[in-house]
């Protein structure tokens, strides 16, 4: 869903949503659990989801709420290789102007055996931003701006591609990554690179409780940064399933969940909270809702602000 000329939208859920859900100038938000559905069966089409969202501002006169919609599909095309892809949009007013952004997410995994698969992301994302004419410096809480007319119209195409691999021994899963990316700064598109790992372990080695550490290096136009992302996620029973995540950031432009979630905001995200709970309702339909905090920095008047973002989702395996 993390401040004003913003932004970002997972989701999630790559997930990301499930989830987080969520976004590019904004976010886009989704977040996928760290189990993820066990589908059990080969299909052209074998999984649909629906997910909305609404990152709350708790500054709505200088940045305004956002809003996340997204659509997504699975495809098994063997029993090695699968390809989940999903098509996100999100909008928001800001005091300075309006952000629109279609994002398409691509993920194809291939599962080599058992304990090892790869995966391979990519991303476009068309950003579409109005800035109102130009204005005078904001005071600590700008009113809103209504001026006649738009000063100027910038549409941005953007880039992100990934690469990971996750191994299984014993009670662990290694996850590493690399991704590259040339994402918007309104006017000026800027160059990032994220690589990094994550280590998980499963206490009972059946992923009824994991525990997880991402650590990763990141860099957006030569500005270096470490991410941080401790994790916890426990099925509960057979039907019902809660995953937890605290993800330390101080960054712009940077991913999460496999480049399901893109932070490509202009605003600096400082942390986010994240929660996911997942429940099977009925055969083979799970509804999950996800509770995100982020706290974050409005890259024109560097005042800070908080998101406070709810997104509901619904998955079917056909």
């Known amino acids: 869903m993390r401040n004003s000329i913003i932004i970002l939208s997972i989701i999630f859920v790559c997930k990301v949503q499930a989830q987080s859900f969520l976004n590019a100038n904004y976010l886009n938000e989704n977040a996928k659990p760290i189990n993820e559905f066990r589908l059990g069966k080969t299909n052209l089409f074998n999984q649909i989801y629906m997910e909305s969202g609404v990152k709350f501002s708790n500054q709505t006169d200088t940045v305004g709420n956002l809003t996340s919609n997204q659509i ?36 194809f995994e291939y599962k080599k055996s058992a304990l090892l698969k790869y995966n391979g992301v990519v991303s476009f994302l068309n950003s579409n931003t109005k800035i109102f004419q130009e204005l005078p410096a904001p005071p600590v809480f700008p009113p809103m701006q209504t001026p006649t007319k738009p000063a100027e119209y910038i549409s941005s195409n953007n880039v992100f591609l990934l690469a990971s691999c996750s191994y299984k021994w014993k009670h662990f899963f ?110 083979n339909i799970f509804i999950y809702t996800i509770y995100q905090n982020e706290h974050k920095q409005d890259y024109k008047t560097n005042y800070n602000y908080t998101f406070n973002s709810l997104f509901l989702g619904i998955k079917y395996n056909l």
């Open 174 to 283: 290694i996850k590493p990554s690399f991704a590259y990316s040339h994402l918007n700064n309104l006017k000026n598109k800027q160059t990032q690179f994220q690589t990094g790992a994550e280590l998980l372990f499963d206490i009972n080695n059946n992923e009824a409780l994991v525990f997880g550490l991402g650590i990763y290096h990141f860099s957006n136009n030569n500005l270096l940064s470490t991410l941080i992302k401790p994790s916890v996620s426990f099925v509960i029973n057979d039907e019902l399933s809660v995953t937890a995540d605290y993800f330390y950031a101080n960054a712009r432009n940077f991913s999460d969940q496999d480049g399901y979630i893109i932070y490509n905001s202009v605003d600096k995200t400082y942390d986010r909270i994240n929660f996911i709970l997942k429940y099977e309702f009925a055969n």
């Open 72 to 107: 997504g599909l699975q495809h098994q095309f063997s029993n090695k290789l699968q390809l989940f892809h999903a098509y996100n949009y999100i909008s928001q007013n800001v005091w300075w102007g309006h952000v629109a952004q279609h994002s398409y997410y691509a993920n």
